[in-house]
């Protein structure tokens, strides 16, 4: 079976759970935690080792846990490690997350500038996105220099790159591809 209908499978599995339970907020608020989690180095090399029993991975999981989740998403974990899917746990959390954003109907949209946007823009931005798409918005905004000016946004499968950036490679583009002169 491959990695995304294993994690597929148990996030719907526990999606479904905490729906039925009422506690999709607390368990969603869980796998954002164990997202950020799972990005530390230590915590990675415990899930993905080889040598590390599972009962001594089960244990540490739930030290580290065991205070900050919910008594069903540690069920979870321990049904992971227990079945040898512990290195799916990333993938998980993040399917469930994002499972929950469109149950809520909310979108995920990445804008991209070159400095930070004031409030009146990032307003703006939402409120245009929200009435477009008909969605509630959960805006990511992230600075990077090197596109110049203007923006990148990305709503689900929709990209639109309106930085300086790249008008300049397509100018650059155009420029250099010249049919009639010849070398």
């Known amino acids: 079976m491959n990695d995304s209908k294993i994690s597929v499978r148990y996030s719907r599995a526990l999606f479904q759970l905490a729906v039925e339970k009422k506690m999709l907020d607390k368990v969603n608020t869980d796998m954002i935690f164990i997202s950020e989690i799972c990005r530390i180095k230590e915590v990675k090399e415990v899930l993905d080792s080889p040598i590390i029993v599972p009962s001594k991975k089960k244990s540490i999981l739930a030290a580290v846990l065991k205070d900050n989740v919910e008594k069903m998403t540690l069920s979870l974990i321990e049904l992971l490690v227990k079945n040898g899917r512990e290195g799916h746990l990333p993938a998980v959390a993040r399917v469930f997350v994002d ?22 823009v990032r307003k703006q931005m939402t ?39 790249n008008k300049l490679r397509k100018i650059k583009k155009e420029l250099s591809y010249n049919p009639s002169i010849k070398e």
């Open 99 to 120: 499972e929950t954003r469109k149950y809520n109907g909310v979108t995920e949209t990445s804008l991209i500038t070159a400095i930070p946007v004031n409030d009146k």
């Open 127 to 165: 409120d245009l996105i929200s009435s477009a798409f008909k969605t509630k918005v959960e805006l990511k905004e992230t600075v990077d220099k090197d596109i110049i000016g203007g923006f990148i946004l990305k709503v689900n499968d929709n990209f639109i790159d309106a930085s300086v950036r």
